[in-house]
C-alpha cells in the first residue's frame, strides 16, 4: 500500500550545524506534506508544512524542500540546538484529510 | 493557538476491564477528530477517523469493536478500549482538524495505556 518512509533513522549532529532530515513518500498523488515534531512521551508538534505546488517553504530555522519528480522531501534545521533534539516525522496527507506518517528519524544535538 | 487536551494522560488497568480516554479541542470546533496508536520506538499509525454526529470511519485492520469511538460534539471525541489485554497498551494519541482549516491537525499529548 502507499507509504511514507524516512531514508535514515538516527542523525547525530553538533550543536551549531545545520541539520538535514530526508523523507521518501510513493503516492504521487498527495499534495500536502507536513513535519512534525514529538519530543519523548509526547505529541507531534507541528513544524512547517508545504503544499505540493511549491518546493520551497521556510519557517524560523527550518525549511521545508519538496522534490516531487523524486517524491522526495526533507527537512532543514539551522544552527540546531540541544532543544532540537527529538524525533522527526514527515506526514502525507491524503484524502479527507487524513496523515500517513513515516517512520522517524532522531535528531541528537550533541552539545 | 488551537490546544488540544487529552485525559487521562497515563492509565493502568487490568486485563478484561476497559478503559475511556477523552479527547478535547479546547478553543476551537473539530469536525474531525483522529485516533492513533503508537507503539514504542514506532511511527504513529491511524485507527480511525472520527466524525462529529456520524459513525467513526475505522482503518483496516482496527476491530471497531474493540476500540469504540464517539464523537458526541464538536469538542469531544472519546476512545474507549474494551476489554483490554496487554497487547493494547500502547500510546494513543489523538488529532483533531479545525473545520475552517481543512488541512491542520492539532495532536493532543498523547495517553500512555498499560494494561496488566
Not at chain 1, 524542500?65 to 522527526?88: E, M
Not at chain 2, 471497531?64 to 497498551?89: C, Q, R
Request: charged fraction near 20%; glycine fraction near 8%.
Amino acid at each position: 500500500g502507499e507509504s511514507v518512509g524516512l531514508h535514515l533513522p538516527t542523525l547525530s549532529v553538533q550543536e551549531g550545524d545545520n541539520s538535514i532530515i530526508n523523507c521518501a513518500y510513493s503516492n504521487s498523488a498527495s499534495d500536502y506534506f507536513i513535519w512534525y515534531k514529538q519530543e519523548s512521551g509526547k505529541g507531534p508538534q507541528f513544524i512547517i508544512d508545504i503544499r505540493s505546488n511549491m518546493d520551497k517553504r521556510q519557517g524560523q530555522r527550518v525549511t521545508v524542500l519538496l522534490n516531487k519528480t523524486v517524491k522526495h522531501l526533507s527537512l532543514q534545521i539551522a544552527a540546531t540546538q540541544p532543544g532540537d533534539s527529538a524525533v522527526y516525522f514527515c506526514a502525507e496527507n491524503t484524502n479527507a484529510g487524513k496523515s500517513t506518517f513515516g517512520d522517524g528519524t532522531t535528531l541528537t544535538v550533541k552539545p | 493557538g488551537a490546544v488540544v487536551s487529552q485525559h487521562p494522560s497515563w492509565v493502568i488497568c487490568k486485563s478484561g476491564t476497559s478503559v475511556k480516554i477523552e479527547c478535547r479541542s479546547l478553543d476551537f470546533q473539530a469536525t474531525t477528530m483522529f485516533w492513533y496508536r503508537q507503539f514504542p520506538k514506532q511511527s504513529l499509525m491511524l485507527m480511525a477517523t472520527s466524525n462529529e454526529g456520524s459513525k467513526a470511519t475505522y482503518e483496516q485492520g482496527v476491530e471497531k469493536d474493540k476500540f469504540l469511538i464517539n464523537h458526541a460534539s464538536l469538542t469531544l471525541s472519546t476512545l474507549t478500549v474494551t476489554s483490554a489485554h496487554p497487547e493494547d497498551s500502547s500510546f494513543y494519541i489523538c488529532s483533531a482538524r479545525d473545520g475552517l482549516a481543512t488541512d491542520t491537525q492539532y495532536f493532543g499529548p498523547g495517553t500512555r495505556l498499560t494494561v496488566l
